[in-house]
């Protein structure tokens, strides 16, 4: 008997269907795998096991028992915990009480000492050090990932849904994580982990299953002999383009500068330091390092977002003074946080797309906006990038998270920007659509665009960039051609080391 079945699923919304007859079959202590495209439909089927959405029609077997999930108290009852994709936590408040938050045993006498007691055993028994009475927003991204998963577990969950837990760790979190789902497995606690990143599913899964447009393709082991294109095949179910075709940068004179850059933080700290570099066109930089060292900052200088504390960002020698002007002077941005920076979720797609532009020729003229063109450029940006949508009337927040970022991409590279700023260009992405994403990047710097990608991921900055700045505290630690960086220059640069023969920017 399977510990959890998911038979004849069905859900649509309107007239998309999301899950067409899926099936899935899940051994207890097993951390299996849910893969497939964007928009596939692999979260629809992890909202519907944790009662978040009705199913049309179809049944659910836990531990061999019918079950019927009105709510996701509900799931939480019966031993179901999700970690999502965009966490559920209140910064504001402390450990602690995010964690007994909905889910106190007497709501009306309240121990937190005793509460916060348990919860400190708990994390100790995965070798983590919490402190519950610390706000959430003083935590490191990963240990904010940690802490949703030891909220299921504190709520006594053994079947845990994983929804792209690695897209915002570092390499090192990421193996901090799965240290503790293999912790978790061994106990009997079965994962469901959705993930992009076919090399972490051969790390850390025993088995998949893959879903394609709505419905299931197979669920099969994953053993030495998969490799990441028959994976990638069995997705797309067709064959896939996994190469990046870049010929050697020409790069022309510098478009963006940066000189003397510092930035300190209202609480004091100071989160840029000194920070010089270029970025000539037709050239691409990237910047690295890990989270929280001084990009966000670093980039929300240069794109007008802050005014540094000293030293300034210049676009063709004009300093970066407002987010307006530094638009008008052809900076294309891919935020680090769509949704907070990129869309309006409740607007629709059609809309989404005349952002940034709606008052600039051809979409708008005489003031008026174009909306025939405006229409027209949206369908056409949409195609191109393979957008998944009902159409342009769709609202942002009803699009699946990865075709929430090819619609970003597309939009600003559409544009053909003196200076394209791409910060995580591909999370969330699926290999064929990360593929087509930088793909495009290449083409905009083989046009001339200079630039600036900012990125966790060390496989796509070392693909992408012709030069590579490592920044570490706030610093540059090093600028390297792309044949001077090697995984262990890099990752010993972003944990603040510095070699020999390193050189600073
Ligand atoms: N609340 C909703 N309203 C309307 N359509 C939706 C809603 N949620 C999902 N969809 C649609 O259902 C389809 C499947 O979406 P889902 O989010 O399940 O995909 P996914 O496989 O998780 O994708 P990704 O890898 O991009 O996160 C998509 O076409 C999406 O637009």
């Keep these: 008997m399977a510990f959890l079945e998911m038979n004849h699923i069905y859900k649509s919304f309107g007239t998309t269907a ?3 007859d899926v099936h899935l079959s899940v051994e207890q202590g097993e951390i299996h795998a849910i893969l497939g495209e964007n928009g596939a439909g692999k979260s629809t089927l992890m909202n519907i096991l944790y009662g978040m959405y009705a199913p049309d029609s179809g049944e659910i077997l836990l531990r061999g028992q019918n079950v019927r999930f009105f709510s996701s108290g509900d799931a939480i009852a019966q031993g179901i915990g ?7 936590l209140i910064p504001e408040q402390t450990v602690i009480e995010n964690v ?7 709501p009306f006498v309240l121990n937190l000492k005793e509460q916060a007691r348990r919860f400190t055993e708990l994390a100790h028994s995965y070798s983590m050090d919490i402190d519950p009475w610390c706000r959430v927003e003083q935590l490191s991204v990963g240990q904010q990932q940690r802490l949703e998963i030891l909220k299921a577990l504190y709520k006594k969950a053994d079947l845990l849904i994983l929804d792209e837990p690695t897209a915002v760790l570092t390499p090192r979190e990421v193996q901090e994580l799965f240290r503790m789902m293999r ?6 606690c079965t994962i469901l982990f959705i993930t992009h990143k076919l090399p972490e599913i051969m790390d850390v899964c025993t088995r998949c299953t893959i879903l394609r447009q709505g419905e299931t393709v197979c669920t099969m082991p994953i053993t030495p002999e998969v490799n990441r294109h028959d994976l990638a095949v069995r997705m797309v179910g067709r064959e896939v383009e996994l190469g990046l075709s870049k010929e050697s940068a020409k790069p022309g004179d510098p478009v963006l500068q940066v000189e003397h850059l510092s930035y300190v933080r209202p609480d004091g700290v100071e989160a840029v330091r000194d920070v010089s570099f270029s970025v000539r066109e037709g050239e691409i930089v990237g910047i690295c390092g890990v989270d929280g060292n001084g ?3 670093l980039i929300r200088c240069i794109t007008g977002l802050l005014r540094p504390s000293s030293g300034e960002a210049l676009v063709e020698g004009k300093p970066c003074k407002s987010a307006k002007q530094v638009l008008r002077q052809g900076v294309a941005h891919i935020p680090e946080d769509r949704l907070k920076m990129a869309v309006v979720k409740e607007m629709s797609i059609g809309d989404n797309m005349v952002l940034m532009h709606y008052d600039q020729v051809p979409l708008c003229r005489r003031g008026l906006i174009d909306w025939k063109a405006a229409r027209q450029r949206g369908s056409r940006i949409c195609q191109e990038y393979q957008v ?6 769709q609202a942002v927040q009803e699009l699946s998270g990865g075709n929430q970022q090819k619609m ?3 939009r600003e590279l559409d544009w053909d920007p003196r200076l394209l700023i791409a910060v995580h260009p591909s999370r969330g992405l699926d290999i064929g659509a990360t593929r087509y994403i930088q793909n495009s990047i290449i083409a905009a710097r083989q046009r001339g665009t200079a630039v600036l990608v900012v990125s966790t991921e ?3 900055i070392m693909e992408l960039s012709d030069r590579i700045l490592v920044i570490f505290s706030g610093r540059i630690m090093a600028d390297l051609t792309q044949s001077q960086a090697t995984r262990e220059t890099l990752g010993a640069l972003m944990a603040g080391i510095k070699e020999e023969g390193n050189h600073a920017g």
């Design 183 to 188: 912790q978790l497995s061994a106990q009997g």
């Design 408 to 410: 970003v991409v597309g």
């Design 82 to 88: 999700m970690v999502h994709q965009h966490f559920m």
């Design 100 to 106: 007994v938050l909905g889910g106190a045993e007497n």
């Design 388 to 393: 998944r949508m009902a159409g342009l009337d």
């Design 18 to 20: 999301a899950n067409k």
């Design 295 to 297: 990009q966000s900052e």
């Design 458 to 460: 060390l496989e796509e």
